[in-house]
Every structure is written in C-alpha cells, then in structure tokens.
T-cell receptor
Framework: DADVTQTPRNRITKTGKRIMLECSQTKGHDRMYWYRQDPGLGLRLIYYSFDVKDINKGEISDGYSVSRQAQAKFSLSLESAIPNQTALYFC????????????FGPGTRLTVL | AQSVTQPDIHITVSEGASLELRCNYSYGATPYLFWYVQSPGQGLQLLLKYFSGDTLVQGIKGFEAEFKRSQSSFNLRKPSVHWSDAAEYFCAVGGISSGSARQLTFGSGTQLTVLP
C-alpha cells in the first residue's frame, strides 16, 4: 500500500462549489504539506502543518483552507472554487529533523469549470 | 529568500546518450538540495539529496548529482539514458532549521524526452 494517499485522484467541479481534497499517510510523519502544480511553475506551497495543532500558510494560501484532523490526515478545502484553481494538487509528508526530505502522494487533478 | 532556477524547460536526448540537467539555487547558507522525478500521471519520487559531505551524490536509477558551492549549482547527470527516464525532473532547495518555517522551494522543472 502507498505511504501517502490522496482522494479523489481526479475531480471536475463547477465555479462556486465547495470541494475538499483529502490526504492520508501511514509513514508516521508529523509534518504534512499541500502543494499545487501548474505547467511551467513547478510546485508551489499552499499550506503546511508541523503537527496537529500547528497550521501555517504557504506561498499561495488565498482561496484555500486546511484541516489537520489527526497526525495521519490533512485536508485541503476550496470554499468557493474558481477556474484558476484548476491544477494538480500534491500532498507531502516529512519527518522532523535536519533533512527536509519530503515524500509525495500521487496527486489530485482538479478541474474547475 | 531561497530560489531555484532550472534553465532548460525541455531537453531531448537519444537513448544511450549521456544526460545533464542544470539546477542553480539561491540561498544564504548551506542548502539542502534535492532532485525529484515525476513520471506521467505519477507523484514526485525522490532521486537523490545532498546535505553535507561528499559533493558528488549517488541516487536511484543510476543518477548522480554534484554540488558546486562556487557556482551555486546542483546538476543532475546520468551516463546513459534509458527510454524509461522520460519524465519531468524537479530540483528543490530546502533550508537549514532555524526554528522558523522550513520549506522546499522547487524549480519550474525540466521535461526530458528520450528518442529511440
């Protein structure tokens, strides 16, 4: 089984709808991240969480919110989706320490019409 | 602020040829450096990482990278490319722990095409 899973893998929604993307991990890592990937822009950090009680905004948090329900679960919500939020979304985890090595899920492809 | 530049958006090589993907970074202290690969429809897989010590690091799938502090570079190399190496490659830089936010900053990626 994959260490970092994301659901759904693909989602098409309409402008104005609320949508939640979910991430679960079995790696036992405290730190979790949400990124979006757009062609030519690489990955950009949306939110990150260093433990259940610690949530931080990343580079592009506007229009997004997150919830860390447990050590293993980190959800990303779009309260009112808009077309420019169409992207590939990745969840990642890492363990505390000096290495910053992150492990990624398979991604969720979101299309907002 | 840290940043990463991958100057080549797209590279095409023939199978069996050597490969070098360029990565330049900007960071005020000793960086942690990473190369990830993304195959079509897949997530990102860690190829290799550099933290300290030997500046030539070996990774999976026959890849290696060399950290050159004087050039602020961390180029990825492979002596003989296989068709299965066709993918997008991302360089990333991470910061040393300072008690504040520690993040990975990614380059924009290099798409590798392998010709038969």
């Amino acid at each position: 089984d994959a260490d970092v899973t994301q659901t759904p893998r693909n989602r098409i929604t309409k402008t104005g709808k609320r949508i939640m993307l979910e991430c679960s991990q079995t790696k036992g890592h405290d730190r979790m991240y949400w990124y979006r990937q757009d062609p030519g822009l690489g990955l950009r950090l949306i939110y990150y969480s260093f433990d259940v009680k610690d949530i931080n905004k990343g580079e592009i948090s506007d229009g997004y919110s997150v919830s860390r329900q447990a050590q293993a679960k980190f959800s990303l919500s779009l309260e009112s989706a808009i077309p420019n939020q169409t992207a590939l979304y990745f969840c990642a985890t890492s363990e505390p320490g000096r290495t910053d090595t992150q492990y990624f899920g398979p991604g969720t492809r979101l299309t907002v019409l | 602020a840290q940043s990463v530049t991958q100057p080549d958006i797209h590279i095409t090589v023939s199978e069996g040829a050597s490969l070098e993907l360029r990565c330049n970074y900007s960071y005020g202290a000793t960086p942690y450096l990473f190369w990830y690969v993304q195959s079509p429809g897949q997530g990102l897989q860690l190829l290799l990482k550099y933290f300290s010590g030997d500046t030539l690091v070996q990774g999976i799938k026959g890849f290696e990278a060399e950290f050159k502090r004087s050039q602020s570079s961390f180029n990825l190399r492979k002596p003989s490319v296989h068709w299965s190496d066709a993918a997008e490659y991302f360089c990333a830089v991470g910061g040393i722990s300072s008690g504040s936010a520690r993040q990975l900053t990614f380059g924009s990626g290099t798409q590798l095409t392998v010709l038969p």
